[in-house]
């Protein structure tokens, strides 16, 4: 069975301070050793995370990273640097970089193949608008979306669905919505990498994940972990989301 992954993104939120103070109180929890869990701060905040998080059993993430090593880019921060600080991990292609900052297919790939180069681990983010979803064109993005897979690296990546109306809105999708876009990217990560490494390779739900509905969609057969906004911020609901994942990881389903 794939190990689960639970990934905090925290987005623009928690400086310094409050990140040395939730990781202290992160770390002193009694996390459970079944679940690989990352947490993804700011860029501000990664020197400090990654000194507290040296040698911890939690992992460091990148909300970012540039497709380059170096070079006049202003603004952007390169994958050898993101290792050389001791982060292992970095997300790509959020649909907040997609909407917001201009992220494309192609910038997407560049990124992760660079941070894959530097020894980075990958999570791919993927996912339909509400307008895409209601004009029955849910599959059709997340095949163009992930039709460049095959330029990765299957050993440094993980998926994630996120799709983008649950994004913070508190709508997370059904568990029948989730499985079905799980099972889809399955059958695409299949025909990037064939059959035996797609099942191998950790497909993560997000979108308005929380210790209310983790139980449920953390039990879907595709659903291999979560990416988790929100609740990632709260220590408790971040270490119930965890909990949860380890429930099913033990295959106890309360
Ligand atoms: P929420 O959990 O806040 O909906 O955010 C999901 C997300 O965007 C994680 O990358």
Redesign the pocket.
Known sequence: MRRLLIAG?W?MHKGVAETTSFLESLLAEDLPPAVDVVCCPPFASLPAAAMMLAGAEVGLGAQNVHWEASGAFTGEVAAPMLAELGVGWV?VG???RRTLFGETDATAVARARAAQAAGLEVIY?VGETLAERDQGATFAVLERQTSGLAELDPRRLAL?Y?PVW?????RNASPEQAEEAHAFLRVRLAGAFGGGAAEGLRILY?????PANARQLLALPDVDGG??????LDLRSFSDIIRAAAARAAGVDS
């Open positions: 993104n987005k997300i959020h649909s907040e983010c994630a996120e649950a994004i913070g809105t508190g997000g979108g308005s994940l929380k990416l988790i906004g929100g609740a990632s």
